[in-house]
């Protein structure tokens, strides 16, 4: 595709709702980031495929996170059992290898009730 | 632990003013420094240093990298309504896994016609 797309572009959810978010990034793009941005404040890094592989997940606030990338492509963020704190613009971007530059889509914001 | 600090954290100014936005950096075995500019949701790219010393330019906006200070500025000439948006800074380190971008809080500008 052109760019980076996510949906839902808002999800409202109930506590103790599970929840998954979806990223579908730039056609052969091998790298792929999940950020999380709280209101006010910049992006946190939560995690990080290259293809398939989840390279590094050291930003995944808590097991109730997971994020999966099956086939290389298309992404899926899950929550689990969601908390208030979780309420959040969840942002995914993409990029070419090496990935200096990173392509960002439009979010998801996520508001837990 | 590595860390981008940008200021001011919000600036107001008339169309036709000058701004310059700081961004410093604390990152191990730092690679590169990026700008990026977010309306609504969506960061968008603006530039990305990795010289120090050496200006980069596109249309109004600019910015250099000093490298002995670990700090970068943006500057906008002759703001119009349109720059009203969140300007990010974003460093990144050398090794590991990951590739991922250390965001700074963003800077909030705001141009009154």
């Known amino acids: 595709g052109a760019g980076v797309s996510q949906s839902p572009r808002y999800k409202v959810a109930k506590r103790g709702q599970d929840v998954a978010l979806r990223c579908d990034p730039i056609?052969?793009?091998?790298?792929l980031f999940w950020y999380q941005q709280a209101l006010g404040q910049g992006p946190e890094f939560l995690t990080y495929?290259?293809?398939?592989?989840?390279?590094?997940k050291s930003g995944l606030p808590s097991d109730r996170f997971f994020a999966e990338r099956p086939e290389g492509s298309v992404s899926t963020l899950k929550i689990q059992r969601t908390q208030q704190e979780d309420s959040a613009v969840y942002l995914c971007?993409?990029?070419?290898?090496?990935?200096?530059?990173?392509?960002f889509g439009s979010g998801t914001q996520l508001s837990v009730l | 632990e590595d860390k981008v600090v940008q200021s001011p954290l919000s600036l107001v100014v008339h169309e036709g003013d000058t701004v310059t936005l700081n961004c410093s950096y604390e990152?191990?075995?730092?690679?590169?420094l990026l700008w990026y500019k977010q309306e609504k949701k969506a960061p968008t790219f603006l530039f990305m240093l990795?010289?120090?010393?050496i200006e980069k330019k596109s249309g109004r906006l600019s910015s250099i990298l000093d490298k002995k200070e670990l700090s970068s500025i943006l500057n906008i000439t002759a703001t119009q309504t349109g720059d009203s948006a969140i300007y990010l800074c974003?460093?990144?380190?050398?090794?590991?896994?990951?590739?991922?971008?250390?965001f700074g809080t963003g800077t909030l500008l705001a141009v009154q016609p």
């Open positions: 495929f290259q293809n398939e592989a989840q390279l590094d």
């Open positions: 971007a993409s990029s070419r290898p090496p990935g200096e530059k990173l392509f």
């Open positions: 974003a460093a990144k380190g050398y090794g590991g896994a990951t590739n991922k971008l250390i």
């Open positions: 990152v191990t075995n730092f690679r590169s």
């Open positions: 990795t010289s120090s010393g």
């Open positions: 056609s052969g793009h091998v790298s």
